[in-house]
């Protein structure tokens, strides 16, 4: 009995160390996959379609928050269905309890607007006005003047990482549930030996 302890406290502590690893690695998607994706779709995928947008880069980013967050966060949940970390289905827990402490200490703007529906505004509507710009001084006067850039921001601090790690985390409940990640290793294999022949 006394040496059953140790063995749990140590997979107890490897869960909390993977949960943690997959939680920056949550953070690191939202901080850096999801603008270079959005700057990608629009400057290279929407012209290559013949619909560019007239959207400025930030406009852009935060009216699409939710798709370049999820999409990229459901991908990398679906890598972690190899290594099958039971942690990793649970990663949205923390950026879920942030965003909610946010809406409950969100000050009510006015008596006539609720803090419920003023929250929600700030965390989660759309509606986004911000120009472009062309250099760091039109950057820095639309930062410090427009109210839709701190929203996007407020939206892009707090927000994305729960629209990234609930992909994450379904992809990963899935992989672990589906044996997906086998289904397509298996399916990548058989493609390639349809292309280039069995493996010596």
């Given at each position: ?69 999820f999409i990229p966060g459901f991908v990398a949940g679906l890598v972690n ?73 407020a939206q892009t601090t707090f927000t994305a990482p729960l629209y990234a ?36």
């Open positions: 009995m006394a040496q059953e302890r140790p063995v749990r406290h140590m997979g107890v502590g490897w869960q909390i160390f993977w949960f943690l690893f997959h939680l920056a690695v949550v953070y690191a998607i939202v901080n850096v996959c999801t603008p270079l994706l959005a700057r990608w779709t629009r400057d290279t995928l929407l012209p290559l379609l013949q619909h560019p947008s007239s959207s400025g880069r930030f406009e852009y980013l935060y009216s699409h928050l939710f798709v370049f967050s269905a190899r290594f099958r970390h039971k942690a990793a289905q649970f990663v949205w827990l923390l950026p879920a309890v942030i965003l909610a402490y946010k809406f409950a200490t969100f000050p009510s703007p006015s008596v006539l607007q609720g803090q419920l529906s003023a929250a929600f505004h700030q965390y989660f509507g759309g509606g986004f006005t911000i120009p472009d710009f062309r250099n760091w001084h039109e950057f820095l006067s639309i930062a410090g003047s427009n109210s839709d850039m701190a929203r996007g921001r790690g609930v992909g994450y985390s379904l992809a990963a409940w899935t992989g672990l549930r589906t044996e997906l990640n086998r289904k397509i290793a298996e399916r990548v294999t058989t493609w390639e030996e349809s292309r280039f022949g069995p493996h010596s």
